[in-house]
C-alpha cells in the first residue's frame, strides 16, 4: 500500500512539472524545488515535518490558482482557461490517448474499433485545446512512432496518408493561428535551435528520421525495401520546407514561414527541391556503402587470396545492381538524373583507385582478374542510366561525362601475350597426353581413346578462361585463339597419322610367272620365291597396329568430328556474346566498339580456314585408316587362310566357304568396336579389301592355282557367297555398293571361261596401248583390256594352248618347277616391271612382228631372276 501511495505522489508532481513548465513564472525553479520534495520518498515520508509538507503544498496550491483564474480563450469554443498554462501537458495527453488505437495483444494492428475510439476522444479537444489540424498531426506521428516501433507496413501507410492529410487540408486559419502562438516548440539539429509550431516540430521530427536512413538507404533498406517508397515519399513530403537548403532548418517562430510551405506544394519549386534532397541522399548514401565496402574489402582479400581491386569492383557492381533494381526506379520519380548520379559517383571512386594499379602493370593473374572486374564495372556502369532513361523519358548518359578507364587499349597486348603462354601449356600437355595413350576405349558405351577426350578437354578449358577474362577483344584476339587450337589438334591429328604405315607394305611380295604344267614325277630340285625384311621401323608400327586398336583410333576420329563441330559453336557464340550485339541501345566506352566489332565476313572466313582444314584433315585420317583396316584383316591377318591357302592345289579342294565363319566372326568383331557412325564405312573398306584379295588370288595365286573351265562355276559361286556375306540379308552393305566392287572379280571369272586363243588375241590387241608395263596393280587400277591382267590369266589357266603360247612366247618356267612357299614379305626383291617402266611403249600393229619381238625382248631381258611384280 505505502508503494502504490509513493508511485502514484511522484506521478502527480510530474503532471504538475509537465503544466509548470510551459508558463514564464517568477517562482518556477523554487516550484521546481519543492516537486523534487514530493518525489523524494525519504525527504518527505521521513525528513519533513507535517507542518512542512503542509507549506509545499500551500504554495503548490497558490501557483495552481493562479493558472486557474487566467482569462480563458474565446477562439475555441466550449475551451476552458486551464489550457492556456498547460499546452504541452495537453497535448502529452492527448497523446497518450491516441496510443489507446492499437491493440496490447498485437501493437501493429489497429483495434476494430478505432473509428469509435477516435470519436470518443475527440470529446476532450474542447478541455484539452486541440484542432482538427493538431488532430491530424498528431494521430499521424503516432502512427509514425507505433511503425518505427513494430515495422508494420500498414501503419506506414496510415501515417503517410495522415501527412498527406495535413498537407493538402484546408483548416479554420482562427482557430490555428491561436493555437500557434499558444504553443510553440524549441528543435535543436545540427547545432541548431529552431522555433516551430507543433505540426512543424512534427514534421521534423519526421522529417529528421526519415534523413537519417535515407542518406544511407544501403544500410537500411537492402533487405526490407518495401518500406523504401514510401518512407522516400513521406520523408520528401514533411521535408520540403527546406526548400534548397539541404538539411538546415531556418523556420521562424512566424505562422507564415509554415503557411509558404502549403503555397508551394503544387509549385514547381517543390519539384526542385525534392529533386535536390533526392540527389543528396543518392550521393551520402553511395558515399557511405562505397566507404563501408572499402574498408572491408582488404580483410575479404587475404580471406579470399584475390586482388582487393577485382573485389571492390564485384562489390561496386553489385551496389549498382541494388541501385538499378531497388532503389532507382523509386528515386527516379521525383530525380530522374538519380541513376546518373549514382554511375558518375562509383566510376569515380573506383577510378581514383584503379589510376595508380593501371600504371604499372603486367601480364599475371592479378592483373587479368583486375581489368576484367574494371570492365564489367564500367560497362555496367554506362549501361544501367541509359537504360533507366529510355523508361523514364530522359536523355541518355553522355560518354563524355566520365574519364574512362581505358580497358581495352591497356588489356590488348595482356590478353595476346596469355594466349601465346596457354599455346606451349596446350602443345605440352596434348603431347603428354598422345604419348601415354594405349588405344583402349573408355568404356562400352565411349569407345574413343581417354587422350583425344583429355585433349579437347585442354582446348575448353582454354576457350572456357579465355572468354571468362571477360576482357575487350578483337579480331586478332580471335585468329590466335583459332590458331592455339588448330595447332593442338592439328599436332594431335599428325602424331596418330605418324602411327600408321602405308597399306603397300602390307601386301605380299606376288609370287613368279609361271605356266601351268602337270607333273608325273617329282623333281628333286625346285626353285624358292626370294623376298627381303620389312623396315624394322614398319615392323614394330605393324605390331602396335591390331584391328583392335585401329578401330579404336577410327572412334578417336570420329569423337574428334563431333567435339570440333560443339567447339565451333561454343567458340561462335561466345565471341557473339562478347560483341555490343546484347547491348546496341546501350553506349560503350569509347574504342570498346570499334575493338569488339569485325566485319563478320573476315570472322567467317577465319573459322572456315581453321575448323574446315582440321575437318579435312580428320577426314582424311579416317579414310586412311579405313583402307588399312580393310587391307591389314585381308592381306596381313588373314594372309595364310585366305591369300595362301585358297584355291591352291585344286578349286574345290580349298573353297572358300572354308573361310566365310572365320571372316564373319571377323565382320561382328569389328561392328562392336566401332561407332556405328563409322560401321558402314570400316565394313565397305574390309569388303573392298576382300574382294580385291579375290582377285589377288585369281592373278597372282602363284604356281599352285590353275583353273580348269570346270572350276569357273564353283568361284563364281563362291563370289556369289562372299557378296552376300557383306549384304547380309540386307542388314550390312547396300548390294549396290557391293556389286560395284565386286565388278572385277565378275570380269576377271569371264576371262577364264573364255578358250586360250581368245584371251592371246585380247592381250596382243592390249599390247597396242601398253605404256607401262607389266607392273601389279591394286584394287581400281586393273582391267580386262589390261596386259598385265591378261598375262596373269593365261599364267593361272588349266590349258596347252596358253602354256605353249607362254613358253614360246615369253620362255616363263612351268609351275612345277617351284615350291610355292608364302612369303610374308610384302616387298619383292627384283620387281619385274621396274625396268620395263623406263622403257618407250611397244605397239603390236600392222608391224606387228617386230613390235612382237621387241616386247619378247624386254621381257626376257628381265627374266634372269624370278618374274614378279610390284
Same mark, same amino acid.
Not at 242 to 263: E, H, I, M, R, Y
Not at 369 to 380: G, K, P, Q, R
Not at 841 to 849: F, L, P, V, Y
Given at each position: 500500500? $505505502?508503494?502504490? +501511495? ?9 503532471? %504538475? ?64 482557461? +486551464? ?7 495537453? @497535448? ?57 516501433? /513494430? ?63 535515407? !542518406? ?40 507564415? =514561414? ?8 503544387? =509549385? ?28 572491408? @574489402? ?26 538499378? =533494381? ?37 601480364? &599475371? ?39 574512362? +578507364? ?9 590478353? %595476346? ?74 599436332? $594431335? ?13 602390307? +601386301? ?11 607333273t608325273m614325277f617329282p623333281i628333286v630340285k625346285k ?35 563431333? !567435339? ?27 574504342? /570498346? ?53 585358297? $584355291? ?15 571372316l564373319d566372326s571377323i565382320l561382328n568383331h569389328v ?27 585369281? %592373278? ?9 573351265? &570346270? ?35 565378275? !570380269? ?29 596393280? @591394286? ?20 590349258d596347252r594352248e596358253a602354256s605353249k603360247f607362254l ?10 618347277? $617351284? ?19 623406263? =622403257? ?31
Amino acid at each position: 500500500m $505505502y508503494r502504490s +501511495y509513493t508511485q502514484w505522489r511522484k506521478r502527480q508532481a510530474n503532471v %504538475l512539472e509537465e503544466l509548470f513548465s510551459s508558463v514564464s513564472y517568477p517562482e518556477m525553479q523554487e516550484l521546481g524545488i519543492l516537486l523534487d520534495k514530493i518525489r523524494n520518498p525519504e525527504e518527505w515520508n521521513i525528513i519533513m515535518t507535517p507542518a512542512e509538507r503542509s507549506e509545499v503544498l500551500l504554495a503548490i496550491r497558490q501557483v495552481a490558482s493562479l493558472l486557474s483564474s487566467m482569462q480563458g480563450s474565446s477562439s475555441i469554443q466550449g475551451g476552458s482557461s +486551464y489550457w492556456n498554462a498547460g499546452y504541452h501537458l495537453n @497535448i502529452r495527453l492527448y497523446e497518450k490517448l491516441l496510443f489507446g488505437v492499437f491493440d496490447i495483444l498485437d501493437e501493429g494492428q489497429l483495434i476494430e474499433e478505432h473509428a469509435e475510439y477516435l470519436k470518443l476522444i475527440k470529446l476532450t479537444w474542447a478541455t484539452l485545446g486541440i484542432t482538427q489540424k493538431m488532430h491530424d498531426a498528431l494521430y499521424g506521428w503516432v502512427l509514425f512512432q507505433q511503425f518505427i516501433e /513494430t515495422e508494420e507496413m500498414l501503419l506506414l501507410d496510415q501515417a503517410n496518408l495522415q501527412v498527406q492529410k495535413v498537407l493538402s487540408a484546408n483548416y479554420d486559419k482562427g482557430n490555428e493561428d491561436h493555437c500557434k502562438d499558444n504553443l510553440m516548440c524549441m528543435v535543436v539539429y545540427n547545432g541548431t535551435e529552431t522555433r516551430l509550431s507543433l505540426v512543424q516540430a512534427i514534421f521534423r521530427s519526421i522529417n529528421v528520421w526519415c534523413d537519417r536512413r535515407l !542518406q544511407d538507404y544501403h544500410l537500411h533498406f537492402s533487405e526490407k525495401s518495401s518500406f523504401f517508397q514510401r518512407l522516400v515519399s513521406m520523408g520528401l513530403a514533411v521535408g520540403t520546407d527546406n526548400s534548397g537548403t539541404g538539411n538546415k532548418v531556418k523556420v521562424g517562430p512566424s505562422a507564415k =514561414s509554415f503557411d509558404f510551405l502549403f503555397q508551394l506544394i503544387n =509549385s514547381d519549386a517543390i519539384g526542385e527541391t525534392a529533386a535536390f534532397r533526392v540527389r543528396v541522399y543518392v550521393e551520402r548514401s553511395v558515399e557511405a556503402a562505397c566507404k563501408r565496402v572499402e574498408d572491408a @574489402i582488404n580483410l575479404i582479400s587475404k580471406l579470399e587470396g584475390k586482388h582487393p581491386l577485382a573485389l571492390l569492383a564485384s562489390e561496386l557492381r553489385m551496389i549498382n545492381e541494388r541501385e538499378r =533494381s531497388l532503389y532507382s526506379p523509386v528515386l527516379c520519380q521525383w530525380c530522374p538524373d538519380a541513376g546518373m548520379v549514382v554511375s558518375r559517383h562509383l566510376h569515380q571512386f573506383y577510378g581514383k583507385r584503379l589510376k595508380p594499379f593501371l600504371d604499372d602493370i603486367s601480364l &599475371s593473374e592479378d592483373a587479368i582478374s583486375v581489368l576484367s572486374a574494371a570492365h564489367h564495372l564500367e560497362l555496367d556502369l554506362i549501361r544501367s542510366p541509359n537504360s533507366e532513361d529510355e523508361e523514364n523519358g530522359v536523355g541518355s548518359f553522355s560518354i563524355n561525362e566520365i574519364d574512362f +578507364y581505358q580497358i581495352h587499349k591497356i588489356s590488348r597486348p595482356i590478353v %595476346l601475350d596469355w594466349l601465346i603462354s596457354q599455346h606451349e601449356r596446350m602443345l605440352e600437355w596434348t603431347g603428354r597426353a598422345f604419348h601415354l595413350e594405349v588405344w583402349e576405349p573408355l568404356s562400352n558405351q565411349q569407345k574413343q581413346a581417354a587422350s583425344v577426350v583429355e585433349v579437347f578437354r585442354i582446348v575448353e578449358e582454354t576457350v572456357d578462361q579465355l572468354f571468362r577474362l571477360s576482357l575487350p577483344m578483337d579480331i586478332s584476339h580471335l585468329q590466335a585463339l583459332l590458331s592455339i587450337n588448330f595447332h593442338a589438334l592439328d599436332g $594431335y591429328l599428325l602424331k596418330l597419322v605418324s602411327q600408321l604405315v602405308e597399306k603397300h607394305h602390307l +601386301y605380299p611380295a606376288a609370287p613368279p610367272l609361271t605356266r601351268y604344267k602337270e607333273t608325273m614325277f617329282p623333281i628333286v630340285k625346285k626353285k624358292v620365291v626370294e623376298s627381303v625384311l620389312l623396315d624394322e621401323e614398319v615392323d614394330e608400327k605393324l605390331r602396335g597396329l591390331t584391328v583392335n586398336k585401329l578401330c579404336v583410333r577410327l572412334n578417336t576420329l570420329q569423337y574428334m568430328q563431333k !567435339q570440333i563441330n560443339i567447339l565451333e559453336d561454343g567458340i561462335k557464340k561466345s565471341w557473339a556474346s562478347m560483341g555490343p550485339g546484347n547491348s546496341r541501345d546501350c553506349k560503350e566506352p569509347p574504342g /570498346t566498339t570499334d575493338f569488339i566489332l569485325t566485319d563478320s565476313e573476315s570472322v567467317d572466313e577465319l573459322f572456315v580456314a581453321t575448323f574446315d582444314s582440321i575437318r579435312d584433315s580428320v577426314a582424311d585420317a579416317i579414310r586412311k585408316i579405313c583402307d588399312l583396316v580393310g587391307t591389314k584383316i585381308i592381306f596381313w591377318d588373314l594372309r595364310d587362310s585366305f591369300l595362301f591357302r585358297l $584355291y591352291h592345289g585344286t578349286v574345290e579342294g580349298a573353297r572358300l566357304e572354308n573361310l566365310l565363319p572365320q571372316l564373319d566372326s571377323i565382320l561382328n568383331h569389328v561392328c562392336g568396336l566401332i561407332d556405328d557412325a563409322l560401321r558402314d564405312m570400316v565394313v565397305a573398306s574390309i569388303c573392298r579389301a576382300a574382294l580385291e584379295g579375290y582377285v589377288w588370288v585369281l %592373278l597372282d595365286g602363284g604356281p599352285s592355282c590353275a583353273f580348269s573351265d &570346270s572350276d569357273i562355276t564353283m568361284m563364281e559361286d563362291d563370289l556369289n557367297m562372299l557378296k552376300d556375306l557383306f549384304v547380309a540379308d540386307g542388314e550390312g552393305l547396300p548390294r549396290s555398293l557391293v556389286e560395284v566392287e565386286s565388278k572385277l572379280a565378275h !570380269q576377271i571369272l569371264s576371262l577364264f571361261s573364255l578358250d586360250a586363243e581368245s584371251v592371246i588375241h585380247m592381250l596382243m590387241m592390249a599390247s597396242e596401248y601398253l605404256s607401262t608395263g607389266f607392273e601389279l596393280r @591394286i584394287s581400281g587400277q586393273r582391267s580386262l583390256d589390261d596386259a598385265n591382267t591378261l598375262i596373269r590369266v593365261l599364267c593361272h589357266k588349266k590349258d596347252r594352248e596358253a602354256s605353249k603360247f607362254l613358253k614360246l612366247q615369253y620362255h616363263l618356267p612351268a609351275s612345277s618347277d $617351284y615350291i610355292d612357299t608364302p612369303s610374308f614379305e610384302p616387298t619383292p626383291k627384283s620387281p619385274i616391271g621396274a625396268e620395263f617402266l623406263k =622403257s618407250a611403249s611397244a605397239r603390236w600393229g600392222e608391224k606387228g612382228n617386230s613390235s612382237f619381238r621387241l616386247l619378247k625382248k624386254r621381257f626376257q631381258e628381265v627374266q634372269g631372276g624370278s618374274f614378279r611384280w610390284s
